[in-house]
T-cell receptor, first 111, second 116 residues
Framework: EDQVTQSPEALRLQEGESSSLNCSYT??????LFWYRQDPGKGPEFLFT???AGEEKEKERLKATLTKKESFLHITAPKPEDSATYLC????????????FGTGTSLTVIP | GAVVSQHPSRVICKSGTSVKIECRSL??????MFWYRQFPKKSLMLMAT?????????EQGVEKDKFLINHASLTLSTLTVTSAHPEDSSFYIC????????????FGPGTRLTVT
């Protein structure tokens, strides 16, 4: 059974304190792994797509990496405006365009 | 860039009534759209795949007679919650595949449904 698990469930960081969020997955043929940011009461906002193990993507203070079993979202020197829920989703080769989401990590960055 | 809109953004209805939520792709065509449900502090749960010109495909455990999906055109999918009850109160989000980038999805801003 395809599964996506994110950890930790919640994370509180001081401003400037770097950390990483984890997304572990088990799918039959990964087509893509996606990271989204979601603010309260809003739809997910696209961050990154990773397709193969060893791939890395960066955007401002965020960097996403991918292995055959998991993905990390590294946050370097976070700011309060980085506070949000970060969602990981996978797309498998046997499920068309469907996304299956992890439970998310709620990040709070304290000034 | 491509945008997906939803209407309404918030709706309050009485128990027993039906509510329609619209999902539109604003500057691209989508033969497939997806409907998700999200409970407070929880992740998105895929409810169904909306297919233009054919029947929607529902995920296991989702009542197709309760959540009616109509993909009327290449830019519009609607989700109708029939005979709504308080337990149907939730945040409903739709998405459509990015036609330019394989696998990527554009998400709508969501619709907050409250059934009293």
């Amino acid at each position: 059974e395809d599964q996506v698990t994110q950890s930790p469930e919640a994370l509180r960081l001081q401003e400037g304190e770097s950390s990483s969020l984890n997304c572990s997955y088990t799918v039959s043929g990964l087509r893509g792994l996606f990271w989204y940011r979601q603010d309260p009461g809003k739809g997910p906002e696209f961050l990154f797509t990773l397709y193969s193990a060893g791939e890395e993507k960066e955007k401002e203070r965020l960097k996403a990496t991918l292995t055959k079993k998991e993905s990390f979202l590294h946050i370097t020197a976070p700011k309060p405006e980085d506070s949000a829920t970060y969602l990981c989703a996978v797309q498998a080769s046997n499920t068309g365009n469907q996304f299956y989401f992890g439970t998310g990590t709620s990040l709070t960055v304290i000034p | 860039g491509a945008v997906v809109s939803q209407h309404p953004s918030r709706v309050i209805c009485k128990s027993g009534t039906s509510v329609k939520i619209e999902c539109r792709s604003l500057d691209f065509q989508a033969t497939t759209m997806f409907w998700y449900r999200q409970f407070p502090k929880k992740s998105l749960m895929l409810m169904a795949t909306s297919n233009e010109g054919s029947k929607a495909t529902y995920e296991q455990g989702v009542e197709k007679d309760k959540f009616l999906i109509n993909h009327a055109s290449l830019t519009l999918s609607t989700l109708t919650v029939t005979s709504a009850h308080p337990e149907d109160s939730s945040f409903y989000i739709c998405s459509a595949p990015n036609p330019s980038t394989a696998g990527e999805q554009y998400f709508g801003p969501g619709t907050r449904l409250t059934v009293t």
